[in-house]
């Protein structure tokens, strides 16, 4: 089996090191070619043009948004009898429109997207949602398993994209009013530490209060693995599939405008977790442990 794998990023870089563990050959392309050579250097995959890697059996993809994966599928089709699995935080009507053109060339898409930072794609413990064709999931499957810890048929095409969104969002939700809860306790004069503690212990607790608040937040390092402007894209995706039902989601608008107040410059350079630097800035406070 041949397997190719398109975008060596943060998350990209290790799902594509899991599937060299596989009696497949793995072929690996990215933007900025030295990284694919780096990868091949460290797990034996095989660096190679884009035009070798569409002949695969199996294409991944993982790269900023949808619209990267649109242009490269428009240079370099794949061919007649292969999957491609995009692990982008896509776009759904994206997935919809490419799963239909690319079925007319016999090729079946996967919107496949990941959860799980960069820490899970390192381990191979990521959430994949995937949308689409059942028996194109069921041959796909196996080979996800190699960096996934749970993978799930949410349904048509476009499904998994619509997940993910909508994850996102609920993570966007849970860090900004987590630090609003923090940023009410500091002005209480209450240790903030301890205050963690307590929360990581009880009813309020998330990923957002078990990890990012202590790990990126607290620690006032904002290491970056997820840039904010991809967070800002998922949230843009999960109020588009709001407004295409004409709900009300007063939470969910709030929260885009929350997130969309670092402009895009910045917000490439940054990680998601220094979105809150802004509700510091209203408030005149840091969530230190000072
Ligand atoms: P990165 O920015 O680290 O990597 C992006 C990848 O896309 C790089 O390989 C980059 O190549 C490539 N790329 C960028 N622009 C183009 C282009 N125009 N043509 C071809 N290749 C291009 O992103 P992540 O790995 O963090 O994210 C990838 C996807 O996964 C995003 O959709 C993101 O939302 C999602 N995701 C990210 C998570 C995270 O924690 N980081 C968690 C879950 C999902 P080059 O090396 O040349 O720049």
Redesign the pocket.
Known sequence: MRIGFI??????WHMAGHLTQLDATVMVW???QH?AEAHAMQFGSLAVELEQLVQADLIFS????SA?VE??IAAYPPRSGSVWID???GVPASAQQLSRHLKQHGVDFLDA???G??IGAEKGTLTVMIGGERTAFERAQPIIQAFAGLIEHVGDSGAGFAVKAVNNILMAANLWALSEGMSVLKAHAVHLDAALACINHSSGKSTMSETIMPQKILSRGFHK???LN?LQ??IGIAIDLIKAVGQPADVLHCVQQMYSEMDLERATQVDFSAAIQTLEQRNQLLLDLA
């Open positions: 975008g060596l990023g943060a998350m990209g990215n933007r900025t990284k993982c790269l900023p948004t990267e242009a490269v692990c982008t935080s997207p990941v959860s930072q960069t693995t997820f840039a991809l894209k998922d």
